[in-house]
């Protein structure tokens, strides 16, 4: 069984409409993060949280949000949906308890387009 | 702005050599280090951590840190086809709570 899952896998939204991605772990990790890949753009934080109480904006947080409704789940939300958000999605998790603090552990992903 | 530098490649090497993968980074600071791996269309794979100057090996592969020239790379050892994927660098800087991650390099192990 994934130790990361996100739900949806994929979808296909239109602009201005309200989407909510859903990441959930059995691994027991204190830290989630969400990151969006773009080609040629690499890898970029949105949004992460080192515990319940704990919520950042990362480098691109702007048109997002996010709910960090239990240890295990992690919620990204966008409000209302732009065709320069269609990207890869990827949520992950790090274990700072076990001193891994950065060492990340991604989930497979949702591939998000915005008509 | 912090930067993590790669070459985009595409690397191509044949079956059995050596690949060399290589990573410069801006922060000084900067206190870890990770490589990546992920294959089109799947989810990065955490493959090496590294922390402190020197060499560290893991299987096939050995990750080698020079905090002075801001250097960090990745050789693996009897590279296979399978092997083939995209290794994305990433580094955690001095004081910040994030990673910065390269855009990665693609590389291609020839049969």
């Known amino acids: 069984d994934a130790d990361v899952t996100q739900t949806p896998r994929n979808r296909i939204t239109k602009t201005g409409k309200r989407i909510m991605l859903e990441c959930s772990q059995t691994?027991?990790?204190?830290?989630m993060y969400w990151y969006r890949q773009d080609p040629g753009l690499g890898l970029r934080l949105i949004y992460y949280s080192f515990d319940v109480k704990d919520i950042n904006k990362g480098e691109i947080s702007d048109g997002y949000s996010v709910s960090r409704q239990a240890q295990a789940k992690f919620s990204l939300s966008l409000e209302s949906a732009i065709p320069n958000q269609t990207a890869l999605y990827f949520c992950?998790?790090?274990?700072?308890?076990?001193?891994?603090?950065?060492?990340?552990?991604f989930g497979p992903g949702t591939r998000l387009t915005v008509t | 702005q912090k930067e993590v530098e790669q070459n985009s490649g595409p690397l191509s090497v044949p079956e059995g050599a050596i690949a060399s993968l290589n990573c410069t980074y801006s922060d000084r600071g900067s206190q870890s280090f990770f490589w990546y791996r992920q294959y089109s269309g799947k989810s990065p794979e955490l493959i090496m951590s590294?922390?402190?100057?020197g060499d560290k090996e893991d299987g096939r592969f050995t990750a080698q840190l020079n905090k002075a020239s801001q250097y960090v790379s990745l050789l693996i050892r009897d590279s296979q086809p399978s092997d083939s994927a995209t290794y994305l660098c990433?580094?955690?800087?001095?004081?910040?709570?994030?990673?910065?991650f390269g855009k990665g390099t693609k590389l291609s192990v020839i049969p």
């Open positions: 992950a998790t790090s274990d700072a308890t076990s001193g891994g603090d950065y060492e990340q552990y």
């Open positions: 990433a580094v955690k800087g001095a004081g910040s709570y994030q990673l910065t």
């Open positions: 691994k027991g990790h204190d830290r």
């Open positions: 590294i922390y402190s100057n």
